[in-house]
T-cell receptor, first 112, second 114 residues
Framework: EAGVAQSPRYKIIEKRQSVAFWCNPISGHATLYWYQQILGQGPKLLIQFQNNGVVDDSQLPKDRFSAERLKGVDSTLKIQPAKLEDSAVYLC??????????FGSGTQLSVL | AQKITQTQPGMFVQEKEAVTLDCTYDTSDPSYGLFWYKQPSSGEMIFLIYQGSYDQQNATEGRYSLNFQKARKSANLVISASQLGDSAMYFCAMRELGNDKIIFGKGTRLHILP
């Protein structure tokens, strides 16, 4: 079974630039999560999708972050404009019918 | 409100000893699940073990067991016979079945000493 795919693996940008991350969950997984993990901390939930609908985005800084999952499959997370404090690993995860949460390899973002 | 607390930022344990990583939680949802994930220096998130709130017995997976004390709202991970490869960050997480939201604790960095 193919895992959760994320790209790019690494991204370096300057502050005030924009950036987008892509995630393709495991086929058939209805629930998709985006997490932000700052170095040395636990993953922080940014947004949760059920199919193509948003279930929870209470922790998403909506003035600069946006996310979509138009066809209920892959998803993109965008930051515009980026700030220094956005430097982190962005993890995408998906869940199917059982309890286990499957993670992608993450995108490591550095904002200079 | 949904909350996970891991109070041990770091632990040092001698190889082959057992280790307990603490996790307490808070939720108003009577139906929930508790997870433990391991994150080595490579950054991947590795699923270790899961415990449902209505499960009668504590979960076990090989050397991993979850000491679930519902009244105390604790879900400690026990690793028996620790190995050098167990050195990593360990995260406790909780899923509320009502909204499917999964949140993580701040983690515990475990160092296994030879």
């Amino acid at each position: 079974e193919a895992g959760v795919a994320q790209s790019p693996r690494y991204k370096i940008i300057e502050k005030r630039q924009s950036v987008a991350f892509w995630c393709n969950p495991i086929s058939g997984h209805a629930t998709l999560y985006w997490y932000q993990q700052i170095l040395g901390q636990g993953p922080k939930l940014l947004i949760q999708f059920q199919n193509n609908g948003v279930v929870d985005d209470s922790q998403l800084p909506k003035d600069r972050f946006s996310a979509e999952r138009l066809k209920g499959v892959d998803s993109t997370l965008k930051i515009q404009p980026a700030k220094l404090e956005d430097s982190a690993v962005y993890l995408c995860a998906s869940r199917g019918g059982n309890e286990k949460l499957f993670f992608g390899s993450g995108t490591q973002l550095s904002v200079l | 409100a949904q909350k996970i607390t891991q109070t041990q930022p770091g632990m040092f344990v001698q190889e082959k000893e057992a280790v307990t990583l603490d996790c307490t939680y808070d939720t108003s949802d009577p139906s929930y699940g508790l997870f433990w994930y391991k994150q080595p220096s490579s950054g991947e998130m590795i699923f270790l073990i899961y415990q449902g709130s209505y499960d009668q017995q504590n979960a076990t997976e090989g050397r991993y067991s979850l000491n679930f004390q519902k009244a105390r709202k604790s879900a400690n991970l026990v690793i028996s016979a620790s190995q050098l490869g167990d050195s990593a960050m360990y995260f406790c997480a909780m899923r509320e079945l009502g909204n499917d939201k999964i949140i993580f604790g701040k983690g515990t960095r475990l160092h296994i000493l030879p």
